[in-house]
């Protein structure tokens, strides 16, 4: 079972709405939940580069700041993105 947190931004409130997303998600893929992060994204990127999680889940990309390492894009246009987002989602997961 692969190790997951969830990364919530500090500035997202209510984190309420974007926690019960996420850990609907988890459910879904059956990943073991090591907890809730509400800081900078490098303190995610440094649990990740320590192996410390498998795996980080955000409630929406939005949230993801554009500087961030590791840096992930979809070279897809936004609509077919949109449309085949579950391909996506399971490869990325």
Known sequence: MEIAVIWIP???????????????????????????????????EQKMIDGEVDVVVIADPAHLPPDRSPRIEVAAPASTA???RSAYDTQLD
Do not use: F, M, N
């Not at 309420?16 to 995610?44: F, M, N, S």
């Open 82 to 84: 949109d449309e085949d």
């Open 10 to 44: 500090a500035d997202i409130e209510p984190s309420e709405p974007a926690v019960a997303v996420c850990l609907a998600h988890l459910r879904q893929h059956d990943y073991r939940l090591k907890g809730i992060v509400r800081a900078p994204w490098e303190t995610v």
